[in-house]
């Protein structure tokens, strides 16, 4: 079972649909959040580390399966928790809560290559990057025990 790291996230009205649930494009909009945060709470802005080492993260897969809707005023959970799964790319695994009551709301994965800003062509991560996702599983266990608060997006 992967370590998730989590965000906090009100569903607004602008995030649902004509059917009153959340847009499911909004959910990857959530998963992005949800990775922003785990850079910062690791101890670098994820756009700092692409500025210092002149890399790009495109996206090269995406899956979400949703499996209950979320709704206007409802607070979600969004964990996040991301592996090396070879020298240029990482795989981020998501999953969205409802926050009281723990039920499964969405679930997917997005894979992220790496490439060089100059010729767009595939490089290994930076050991910056590397280092900082080996972070996860403590801060992820620390959450979990309530010593790092949950952030809010």
Request: proline letters at 5%; aromatic letters at 10%; glycine letters at 6%.
């Amino acid at each position: 079972m992967p370590s998730f790291f989590q965000i906090r996230k009100k569903v607004h009205w602008s995030d649902t649909d004509a059917a009153g649930v959340v847009w499911f494009p909004n959910f990857l909009g959530w998963f992005e959040d949800a990775e922003e945060e785990l850079f910062a709470s690791l101890g670098r802005s994820r756009q700092s580390l692409l500025d210092s080492h002149q890399f790009g993260m495109p996206r090269v897969e995406v899956h979400s399966k949703f499996r209950a809707p979320a709704r206007a005023g409802q607070i979600v959970r969004v964990g996040s928790s991301t592996t090396v799964e070879n020298p240029r790319r990482l795989h981020h695994a998501f999953e969205i809560r409802d926050d009281a009551t723990a039920q499964l709301l969405a679930e997917g994965f997005v894979r992220v290559a790496c490439v060089d800003l100059s010729t767009w062509s595939a490089r290994d991560l930076p050991d910056d990057v590397l280092r900082l996702v080996s972070g996860l599983p403590d801060l992820a266990e620390r959450q979990a025990r309530g010593a790092v608060e949950l952030p809010w997006t």
